[in-house]
């Protein structure tokens, strides 16, 4: 599988997991939701955490980077699937910016050493 499919996959994935994590945290504390709400969203951090560790990035530190990228973009996914909130034009810049920065993260002929 190319590395920029692989790696759109698994932070993709991470990303689905740790917002709905912290939206676990969010309706049980914000939305007076069930502690039972924070169950599913320990499982959901904990799996977040060990996708990221299936980065094709050669260093913690840019597959993190990378990653903040795709999240913010599956951010705004999240609030427009589960929340209503249709993100606007600004909303759609910023992530489009976020992403090709990550992908340049990626893609970038960095040096090794």
Known sequence: MPVVILSLFINSLAACAEIAGCFSV???IRLGKSPLWLVPGGVCL???SALLTFSPSDHAGRAYALYG????VMSLIWGWLFEGQVPD???VSGAVLCLLGAVIILLAPHERG
């Open 26 to 28: 969010w309706a049980y």
């Open 46 to 48: 904990i799996l977040f």
């Open 69 to 72: 990228g795709i999240y913010i």
């Open 89 to 91: 034009r600004w909303d």
